[in-house]
């Protein structure tokens, strides 16, 4: 069965810190990863994605890697700002379809406190 | 440059009332989706379009149905509200498959809705 966990289920970290959130996923075929960003009372908003042949991507202070062979993703935060508090969800689309095709992790959330 | 807009943002709906949650986009895109998000659930697909007059069915279904007559459009309707329809439901559309951008999902701000 095609399944995307992601943990921690939440996490408060103070203003200026860093945090890695993780994406572990049971998909096949794997085609792509996303990383969305929901602010509180907002649609998400996609913040990066990876393909099998990336291993590391950065979008200003955040950092997303994958590990296909292990099939685990990870979303580093750097140097957090009180804007960061949001939701993070993990979402892996299904290779080879349409429609459907994309599994939704239960996503994280980040509680950046001053 | 709207995007992705929802009506209504709010609701409240008592036991066995109708009602339509109206999703337009203005960029062209072929796939539409209507999602609903519960707290601990995650966003859960309950149904998508994959162009203009087709419709198909997600994971969670039952007690919703949908229209897509017009490409820009894509409407979730409740027949008979339930309590267990109270959520927040959000729309999102893409690009076709092989297009620029085929794989970002652009989303409305989402609409709440309570069923008394």
């Known amino acids: 069965k095609n399944q995307v966990e992601q943990s921690p289920q939440s996490l408060i970290i103070l203003e200026g810190k860093n945090c890695t959130l993780q994406c572990n996923y049971t998909v096949s075929p794997f085609s792509n990863l996303r990383w969305y960003k929901q602010d509180t009372g907002r649609g998400p908003v996609s913040l990066t994605i990876m393909t099998f042949s990336e291993n590391t991507k950065s979008n200003g202070r955040y950092t997303a890697t994958l590990d296909a062979d292990t099939k685990q993703s990870s979303l580093h935060i750097t140097a957090s700002q009180l804007s960061d508090s949001a939701s993070y969800i993990c979402?892996?689309?299904?290779?080879?379809?349409?429609?459907?095709?994309?599994?939704f992790g239960k996503g994280t959330t980040l509680s950046v406190s001053s | 440059n709207a995007g992705v807009t929802q009506t209504p943002k709010f609701r409240v709906l008592k036991t066995g009332q109708s009602m339509t949650l109206l999703c337009a986009q203005d960029m062209n895109h072929e796939y539409m989706y209507w999602y609903r998000q519960d707290p601990g659930m995650g966003l859960r697909l309950i149904h998508y379009s994959v162009g203009e007059g087709t419709t198909a069915k997600g994971e969670v279904p039952d007690g919703y149905n949908v229209s897509r007559l017009k490409k820009q459009n894509f409407l979730l309707g409740l027949e008979s509200a339930a309590p267990s329809q109270t959520s927040v439901y959000f729309c999102?559309?893409?690009?076709?498959?092989?297009?620029?951008?085929?794989?970002?999902?652009?989303f409305g701000a989402g609409s709440r809705l309570t069923v008394l």
């Open positions: 999102a559309s893409r690009p076709g498959q092989g297009l620029s951008g085929a794989n970002v999902l652009t």
């Open positions: 979402v892996v689309s299904v290779g080879g379809r349409s429609g459907t095709a994309l599994i």
